[in-house]
């Protein structure tokens, strides 16, 4: 072989060394990259599971937060009858005029306020002497705003008329030396900067007009009675001489396993009358 042929051969040889290395770079940045990608594309998943599972990480949280905190309140609010809301009424028919925030379950019930000297409500056309007519326990409630201008006492077969406060009062009080009905949680109340008495009874025997009547010539049995077997809350308010004392009176089935809230949400209307 000549020197040219030699020196040619030569030159060939590193020239394919030279290829060859282009190539294996080139295969070597191609696996490279095809690795880079890889590894970016399994960033990217974990980066977005681990945002997703931030998201529902950050929910269950808020979940729990607002069973712990909110609802439990909101139930409470639903389940106590003392914390709804409330319905002004202005009783014109009373003497004084009542002013009052009525129970939220008035709003739905009937109303009778066309008698002078009477506001009645009724969550139930029910409950009448000798045990007629039982209430539902959801039809139960019974409301009677009062100027007592009559009244049967226990036993009497005549009206009382235009008692006084001390006189009415006399009249309540004698109900449990009677057995017309048992009395607890007596006070004495101010109501609308006039005062009272407060008391709750449960009621043992039937009781005609005890309450009061619209009218002097109302028998007592189709006046306004005391009921076996009812649980009640009572106020009378001291109008002064001259002017008859106003009753405010809740009724309620004797079993109702909601009497204390009721009478919680009597108590509070009665901080809430003025007279007028």
Request: negative net charge.
């Amino acid at each position: 072989m000549t020197e040219f042929e030699l020196a040619l051969a030569s030159a060939l040889r590193d020239e394919a060394k030279e290829i060859s290395m282009s190539t294996d770079q080139q295969s070597a940045a191609e696996e490279l990259r095809t690795r880079l990608d890889n590894s970016d594309r399994r960033r990217h998943v974990w980066y977005t599971g681990a945002a997703a599972a931030a998201v529902v990480v950050g929910l269950i949280l808020w979940a729990v937060l607002a069973r712990s905190s909110g609802q439990p309140d909101s139930a409470k609010v639903a389940d106590d009858p003392s914390s709804a809301p409330t319905i002004p009424y202005s009783a014109s028919a009373l003497n004084p005029r009542v002013n009052v925030e009525l129970p939220s379950w008035t709003e739905d019930a009937s109303h009778d306020g066309s008698v002078a000297g009477v506001a009645r409500f009724d969550e139930g056309g029910c409950a009448g002497l000798n045990g007629a007519s039982p209430c539902a326990a959801d039809q139960d409630l019974k409301l009677r705003l009062v100027s007592v201008h009559y009244f049967f006492g226990t036993g009497d077969s005549v009206v009382t008329h235009d008692p006084s406060y001390a006189a009415y009062l006399a009249h309540l009080d004698g109900l449990e030396p009677d057995g017309i009905a048992t009395i607890s949680d007596r006070s004495d109340v101010e109501v609308g900067g006039r005062p009272g008495t407060v008391m709750s009874l449960s009621v043992l025997l039937d009781a005609p007009g005890a309450l009061a009547c619209a009218r002097e010539s109302d028998p007592a049995v189709d006046c306004m009675p005391l009921l076996e077997g009812r649980g009640a809350r009572i106020a009378v308010v001291d109008q002064g001489a001259g002017t008859p004392p106003t009753v405010f009176y809740l009724s309620l089935n004797g079993d109702a396993t909601d009497r204390a809230e009721r009478f919680a949400e009597f108590d509070t209307m009665l901080a809430s009358a003025t007279f007028s």
